[in-house]
């Protein structure tokens, strides 16, 4: 039987807002302090980030909308058989959810070619809330992953080499809300993410994400509600390449009214070219090597062959030394 609870406890919140956060000042090195110990803690946290303003925001959702009420046949243009892209919808597993991954969604030529295939007279609203949402999210992407390596002691140039070796992959989500219950309901099932890092961000519903603590025993609700939060969470990718020393945390998402809930992330995902291993500095007596060196998309293929590989126990079961 099942000893999971959900309680009221709370994801450490990380406020960017700051105008000083700047690499070496003490601002950066206290947010840095923090970051480390959420990703160590908690493999996620509520970052507090206002670049992305309020109207983009909504913008993002609006086009969501407008793009989830496109005949099937239509989305199903931009089906691919690599699920982290393209269209996914009515998967019998997680009946409430539709999502589309954009790849390259900080690249406007890829981008526009994205939007034809849906709106073949293009659609620039569409095209460009998903470029500036791109470009602003990415810097909390790049600030946040900067952060952990500096609190491992990887150099500068490390940092610059790992920044260049993502691609970034946009999606949007939608989730049906459920009719005239008081029971919630699965809205996306439990998994870890296999990219490096993903950053969620979701319209005003009350609920949503929510992360399983490292002991395994509780859900807790990840609150998102504000214009300026948005839920990061490290993926398979980042842990491997971090030695272990930070979680990539099991989460899910719950739905409860009869609301939708849309959601949009930026996923950054290794390019193909370089395996993924842990550099020599995060490995010692300590914290002995704990994987192999990994190809993401071979990884990514495994996790898709059978159901139950979307945790850390398949990750270890695949690469594990
Ligand atoms: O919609 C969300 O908030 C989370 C989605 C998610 O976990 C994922 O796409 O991996
Ligand atoms: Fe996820």
Not at 6 to 35: A, H, M, Y
Not at 254 to 273: D, I
Request: aromatic share 10%.
């Amino acid at each position: 039987m099942s000893m999971e609870t959900t309680l009221t406890l709370q994801l450490p919140v990380i406020d960017f807002t700051s105008q000083d956060l700047k690499p070496g000042t003490s601002e950066w090195d206290l947010v840095r302090g923090n970051v480390r110990r959420a990703l160590e803690d908690y493999g996620c946290f509520e970052a507090l980030f206002d670049k992305v303003p309020v109207k983009l925001r909504k913008a993002v959702f609006d086009v969501s909308e407008e793009l989830f009420r496109l005949p099937l046949e239509t989305k199903e243009r931009v089906v691919s058989e690599i699920k982290y892209k393209g269209y996914v919808g009515h998967n019998p597993t997680n009946p409430l959810y539709e999502g589309v991954g954009i790849e390259f969604a900080d690249n406007s030529e890829k981008v526009n070619a994205f939007t034809q295939k849906l709106w073949p007279k293009g659609k620039s609203s569409f095209s460009e809330t998903v470029l500036s949402f791109t470009e602003q999210v990415s810097e909390l992407d790049f600030i946040t992953r900067r952060m952990i390596m500096e609190s491992f002691g990887l150099d500068d140039k490390y940092i610059h080499e790992h920044l260049n070796s993502t691609k970034c992959l946009m999606r949007m989500m939608k989730y049906k809300g459920v009719e005239d219950t008081k029971e919630e309901e699965s809205g996306m099932e439990a998994h870890t993410d296999r990219n490096m890092l993903t950053i969620i961000c979701q319209n005003s519903v009350a609920d949503g994400i929510e992360v399983k603590t490292n002991d395994d025993k509780h859900w807790i609700k990840a609150n998102a509600s504000q214009d300026s939060s948005f839920i990061v969470l490290a993926g398979s990718m980042l842990h491997v390449l971090l030695n272990g020393r930070v979680l990539s945390s099991v989460h899910r998402v719950m739905r409860m009214g009869t609301n939708t809930r849309y959601s949009a992330g930026l996923f950054s995902v290794p390019k193909t070219e370089e395996l993924i291993y842990a550099p020599e500095k995060v490995v010692d007596v300590e914290h002995p090597r704990l994987f192999k060196p990994i190809d993401f998309e071979a990884y990514f293929q495994f996790t898709t062959e059978e159901s139950g590989r979307r945790d850390s126990k398949a990750l270890r079961t695949y690469c594990g030394l």
